[in-house]
């Protein structure tokens, strides 16, 4: 299993390979279709476990919330374990709770039905771009004590190591890339989940990433606004 993006396809519609993980048959069988139809590299498996076999050889997972034998949101869990492939939730509720949970699960988007290809491809479109951007980045970004090698995802603070999720790091290198810079909630929103997660799933993003670097003045609340990381 790698631990790295698969190399990004050029065009903002790929063609990216694609794994639907999906235990309704008919659903499968539209997804599979339609991304076809769209110039996609599709594969299709039933169950969390296929997937979980299949880690790391894939541009995208479009996983589905309820699977026949391991619940969705576990599926995610075990995959940031082993990749950084970006994952879209397909649900069938858009209720905030599904998409706090699969947020915090590790997933970068959470697509509710029914919804449409262009709807679908755009949100694909989206998350790769992120995806891209992040790869793009400087190899070693450093703040002070802070350092952040990103190739490798890794963050070290003040001698200590912590492990973050997939948000949290890209949430703190945002935050790192425009230090003393106020950056609102939206706009955080907009660049580490670019859909309509909750703010609230911010703040708890935030309280987490200072409870792991252990300095809770290292990113500034601005209250009313937004935060930023202080200058070194």
Known sequence: MSSALP????????PWTILVVESDATSREILVADLSRSGQDV????????ALDRAGEHDLVLLGMKLRDLD?????RLLRATTDTPVIFIGSAASELDTVLALRAGGDDY??????????????????RRASSCRQAPPLLERGRLS???????????????RLTRKEFELLLLLARNPGKVISREEIVSAVWGSSWSQRTV?????????????RGLIVSVRGVGFMMAKA
Request: hydrophobic residues 35%; charged residues 25%.
């Open 148 to 162: 952040i090698d990103v190739q490798k995802r890794e963050v070290k603070y003040g001698g200590r190591s912590p």
């Open 111 to 128: 697509l509710a039905q029914p919804y449409g290809l262009r709807e679908l491809m755009a949100r694909i479109g989206a998350v790769m």
């Open 72 to 76: 969705g949101l576990h599926v995610c």
């Open 203 to 215: 703040d708890t993003h935030i309280s987490n990433l200072r409870s792991k670097l252990g300095d």
């Open 7 to 14: 190399e990004q396809k050029s065009g903002e519609v790929g």
């Open 43 to 50: 594969v299709a498996v039933e169950t969390g476990q296929e």
